[in-house]
């Protein structure tokens, strides 16, 4: 029997306005989550599993908030979560589309009703976001990402091939052989469940090991699969090393892919570890991965100025610049410097005062995720300083409470600057001030300034000279702007990924994505074949 799924829609967000019910209940759920310290065993096969050797889960912008002991892997764990995906495969990958697709719709409606204050709870706790970049992907993103997988794959299900007098051909989609390790990233709850779900949705068993900076979401992520339903075994879920579980997946013969987001290191790391492996592996390991960007923002003489102050504010600062979609390079003409410097430099220091404890659901940015991660910015901000460029907004950070770095605003007159070109993952916006009649030579600067290509944005009321950058930066960017922010995609209508060296650009919230979870059968039925070996033309 052919059942057609519901038709996916995006999840609408709530707004959390003072005084709404929203508000209460989230709030509510947060203070309960702060005093209830968990403890988070890996799930491997359906059973919890504690191993002992914890770290903790603490809050960025406070560093007394304690919010979990989570039960790191160690080898023996991440060998037996291979082992309960490879034994849940044969069931899994033969249960019906529909069946399958079933428990994440299921999923995508406890997220989007029950969990929706606990899943959104422990991202604001543990990866430091506002309520309002929590709701948009940890609640939003994530079921869209759920509901659209599941038309998208019936799409799939539905390319049949042509069948002339006598004969039916068939696709068959058919899971890939082995299993699918993915590793997931602190800075998106929806990233994290879209990589593990989208490969599973599929028929394929996944071993999933998240960020140790995401853990604490993650837990309960896996909870709320496992109450709509999920089989055991089909999504395994181990924490701790990223590093020792890709050695243990790539050393195993049955790796059918990896489901990766993150550094560009560690993308290079696994697809190096996978192609040191391949005369063992039983199949060639698909490698899907997205890996970081260096995204810029360009005006043209005609940019409405209000909008790109806008526009270069909340995609810079927004979640503290821990985006891969992140403003982080801009190139502003001369006319228009003065009016966007000031209205950028106003904007910065405005959204300076409101940072602070993101359980306060009135700001509007937290603190970034780590000490790492905080001596990072600050130091690149240092490093500026001492080369000479004026910073006009913000330069200063403070770990007192949380690892708090200040809406930075970097003028340079350098367009290769060491913060033109490198990835930081911070609220730290460089600008370069460009004359108005090098447009080209700019829009040329724009594209071969960084190794990545993952997002960008044009900002011009001339239709002509917008249309042409589009054009010029055609290689720039898998995901390019039109007169707004490079961030914020979304799923079923930004299809999300980047080229160079941000990664595979498969394109997660589309059918390209799960198209690479399948190994294609085609199937050739004659229905009256010849009884007699000679053709025609022998006579």
């Not at 991440?78 to 994440?104: C, G, M, T």
């Not at 929806?190 to 593990?196: E, F, T, V």
Request: charged residues 20%; hydrophobic residues 40%; proline residues 6%.
């Amino acid at each position: 029997m052919t059942f057609r799924v519901p038709a996916p829609y995006n999840e609408p967000m709530r707004a959390y306005a003072p005084g709404s019910a929203e508000r209460a209940a989230l709030s509510g759920e947060i203070e309960r989550l702060r005093k209830e310290r968990v403890d988070a065993p890996c799930v491997i096969g359906g059973q919890e599993v504690r191993t002992g050797e914890v770290f903790t889960a603490r809050s960025p912008h406070d560093h007394t908030c304690e919010l979990a002991d989570v039960h790191a892997a160690r080898q023996e764990e991440v060998e037996q979560a291979i082992d309960a995906a490879r034994e849940a495969k044969a069931e899994w990958s033969r249960w019906s589309f529909a069946a399958r697709a079933a428990v994440f719709l299921k999923a995508a409606d406890l997220l989007s009703g029950p969990w929706r204050p606990t899943i959104n709870g422990a991202t604001i706790l543990h990866q430091g976001k506002s309520v309002h970049q929590a709701e948009i992907e940890a609640v939003a993103e994530f079921a869209d990402f759920l509901r659209f997988n599941v038309a998208f794959a019936q799409q799939l299900y539905e390319q049949q091939p042509y069948s002339p007098e006598g004969v039916w051909n068939r696709m068959e989609y058919r899971p890939l052989e082995g299993f699918v390790l993915a590793i997931t990233p602190f800075n998106f709850t929806a990233i994290a469940g879209n990589l593990p779900t989208a490969p599973a949705l599929m028929g394929n068993t996944v071993v999933w090991k998240p960020s140790e900076k995401q853990a604490y979401a993650a837990h309960f992520t896996m909870e709320m699969l496992r109450a709509a339903g999920l089989p055991d075994g089909v999504i395994n879920l181990v924490h701790g090393d990223g590093a020792l579980a890709t050695d243990v997946a790539t050393a195993h013969p049955e790796l059918g892919g990896v489901h990766f987001t993150g550094s560009i290191d560690a993308l290079r790391s696994i697809w190096k570890k996978v192609g040191a492996g391949i005369d063992h592996f039983s199949s060639f390991p698909r490698v899907v991965g997205e890996s970081g960007g260096k995204d810029f923002v360009v005006a043209h003489p005609t940019a409405d100025v209000p909008a790109l102050v806008v526009a270069l504010g909340r995609g810079a600062f927004e979640y503290q610049g821990q985006k891969c979609s992140a403003a982080s390079r801009a190139y502003i003409p001369r006319s228009l410097w003065p009016e966007v410097r000031d209205g950028l430099a106003d904007l910065a220091r405005q959204a300076k005062a409101s940072m602070g404890d993101v359980s306060d659901l009135s700001t509007f940015m937290g603190a970034v995720i780590d000490r790492a991660a905080f001596e990072k910015h600050r130091d690149a901000i240092e490093g500026m300083r001492a080369d000479g460029a004026e910073i006009i907004a913000g330069g200063g950070t403070d770990e007192t409470d949380g690892w708090f770095v200040d809406p930075t605003v970097i003028v340079t007159t350098d367009p290769q600057a060491d913060t033109m070109q490198r990835e930081l993952f911070g609220p730290i916006l460089t600008v370069y001030v460009y004359d108005d009649p090098d447009w080209d030579d700019t829009l040329a600067l724009v594209d071969r300034t960084s190794q990545y290509a993952l997002t960008g944005a044009v900002f011009s009321q001339d239709r002509a000279a917008g249309y042409h950058a589009l054009d010029q930066l055609r290689d720039a960017a898998g995901n390019i702007y039109l007169n707004d922010k490079p961030t914020g995609s979304v799923v079923g209508q930004q299809p999300f990924g980047g080229a160079r060296m941000s990664g595979t650009n498969d394109k997660a919230g589309s059918l390209l994505n799960i198209t690479r979870w399948t190994s294609a059968r085609a199937i050739k039925e004659n229905f009256v074949p010849p009884h007699d070996w000679r053709y025609p033309h022998m006579g």
